[in-house]
């Protein structure tokens, strides 16, 4: 097989070409992924709202004015419709399809947000030689829903989306140091160590994504996730609402360290 | 003269009922105060993107939704029409009033944006012995329209504006460090020693607040500054717009030290 490009402008063009349509984890390292959500303008307000009450699970990267569809600080040049390789497509708060693009569905009423992941920091602890477990078994990293209420805005509320990961008690200060550096893709850890506080009985009960093992040694570590801004949103059932696959993220063209000062 | 309290809360309540119409600096020391301003809902979507999209001069604390008048974050109780001293009322851009309270004008199409304000980091600087000049003359900041472009959102376009503060070359890393630790009150500074740079070809004349001197051995330093989004609402003249008077800010009641990490 052909090396895969690392350029996001070369990445993003074969996206558009339909030429890859793998999950982008590990494609472009070094270059910032994000998640992407499209609603109506007349819930713009009340998602952006959302967003910015509750930055830690919904960090807002870039907003895509109504009707325009070119990021123009994370992506120039980049047509949000057609260079994710899957999308998701919501009616009424259920899923009707999943396509390439999302040009024929397109309407001037839409509003794109890009919104941080946390690739960014997984790869920065990955450098700093704190291993994460769903990266070695090749897994998604597990999510679950929590019994905290995000802070409502306008028709939007809902429960908070926590991803989870199994640190090494060892690695606890370093892996707070580093992920605190990344305040734009879901920063420091929102709680660590006990599951049931925040309404987790199980951690083999995932909600999104696989169940790993927490070993001997190890905590379970907390991060806000950015499932919460989408699974809010579907809660509310816009008429129409539009993300990428899950794993099939947006592919920025801002390097990780970049985003490491605010 | 009687001792002025130093509760937020006791504060506001005596703004409410007309007890104190002072200028809030230096009022309830070590509690952060706000930038306001009040737009109609056509015109909030636009402002807010400005916000997102420039948050140095335009640092968002908190966007109270159409028609509410209480911040939930910032100030839990206060009301929003009555508890600043001094308000500004604009229409079509021009000022049309200065008034006590804005109750008699309000409309269940009014959204209240809060926005960080320097004073919080120029009591940090104050804290470790960086003398600021505009507070030993008692004078007001001196601050200059830029020939930098804000990013553009929707309707609104204009100059960025900075304020500029006489720093020793021995001073300035720390400086620069103590401000980075308020994001959210404008933090770093944009630019350090070349006024011409940005378009200002005398620092004596100045665009807002008053001239101060640059003494042997200081610097100029310039951060982005909290009259940028008003300015710029303002150039493209809402129907109606509504902000704090000149330091008469709105006192809230999260402290200093908690904005001091994002």
Known sequence: MDKIPEDPKVLRQM??????????????????QANLVILPKDVAFD????????PKPCPLLEVIEPGNFEPQKYGKGADIR????????????????EVGNVTGVWSNEFVSFLIGCSFTFESALIKADIPLRHWDQNKN??????????????????????SMRPIHKDHLVKTIQI?????DMHGAPIHIGSPIEMGIE???????????????????????CGVTPQAVALSSKPSMMITH?????????IKDETLEVK
Not at 82 to 97: A, C, F, P, Q, V
Not at 179 to 183: I, V
Not at 202 to 224: I, K, R, S
Not at 245 to 253: K, N, V
């Open 202 to 224: 199980d951690l083999n009960d995932t909600d999104y994504g696989d169940p790993v093992e927490v070993l001997e040694g190890e905590v379970p570590v907390f991060w806000a």
């Open 141 to 162: 990293v597990s999510m679950y829903i929590t019994n905290r209420e995000v802070v409502p805005a306008g028709k939007f509320h809902g429960k908070l989306v926590v």
């Open 82 to 97: 057609t260079d994710i390789s899957k999308y998701r497509i919501y009616k009424g708060g259920e899923l009707s399809d």
């Open 245 to 253: 696959s899950p794993g099939h993220m947006f592919i920025t063209d």
């Open 15 to 32: 996206i558009r070409e339909g030429k890859l349509d793998r999950p982008t984890s590990g494609l472009a390292l070094g270059f910032s």
């Open 47 to 54: 998602f952006m709202l959302l967003c910015q009450r509750n």
């Open 179 to 183: 992920t605190s550096r990344f305040p």
